[in-house]
């Protein structure tokens, strides 16, 4: 029997590891129990995180998140925070910055209007990442939520 050596099986690991990462996700594949539970479902209502103290609540108009379109962001916190701002990246897949211009309404309620792009897979998640000064203290917070969300 032959021996085999380190960097044989090395290389071996490396391409079963790479091929069994290569199912790509389609819409048959998904199945609504089996999305992320943790992405934010506007169709419910608001979505709500707590940072040092500070509640985040964000609504995102319209709530199926159509890639493309419009859409209309609603930020409100429980206590004034300074230096607030906003981004919004792909979770899973690099798509780019696109950030989020927050125009204060009162000292705790802001929105905004941006665009997403489209995305192939039929599954894309977006990250949406708010930053802000809280009693000088740099805080931030991050939502998820899926676009084109039919449910």
Same mark, same amino acid.
């Given at each position: %029997?032959?021996? =085999? ?9 490396? $391409?079963?590891?790479? /091929?069994? &990462? ?47 379109? %419009?859409?209309? =962001? ?9 230096? $607030?701002?906003?981004? /919004?990246? &792909? ?61």
């Amino acid at each position: %029997m032959r021996k =085999l050596s380190i960097t044989k099986i090395f290389t071996l690991i490396i $391409i079963i590891l790479v /091929v069994q &990462g290569c199912g790509k996700k389609t819409d048959e594949n998904i199945k609504p129990d089996q999305n992320d539970r943790s992405l934010c479902q506007f169709s419910v209502g608001s979505c709500n995180k707590k940072v040092a103290g500070v509640d985040f609540s964000i609504l995102i108009n319209p709530e199926t998140i159509p890639s493309e379109k %419009m859409l209309h =962001l609603t930020l409100q916190t429980n206590q004034k925070v300074d230096a $607030i701002s906003a981004r /919004v990246e &792909g979770r899973d897949m690099f798509m780019g910055v696109i950030p989020v211009t927050l125009k204060g309404v009162d000292k705790s309620h802001y929105s905004s209007d941006f665009i997403l792009g489209s995305c192939a897979s039929g599954y894309m998640v977006w990250r949406l990442f708010i930053s802000a000064e809280v009693n000088g203290k740099a805080v931030s917070v991050f939502f998820d939520f899926l676009a084109d969300n039919k449910r």
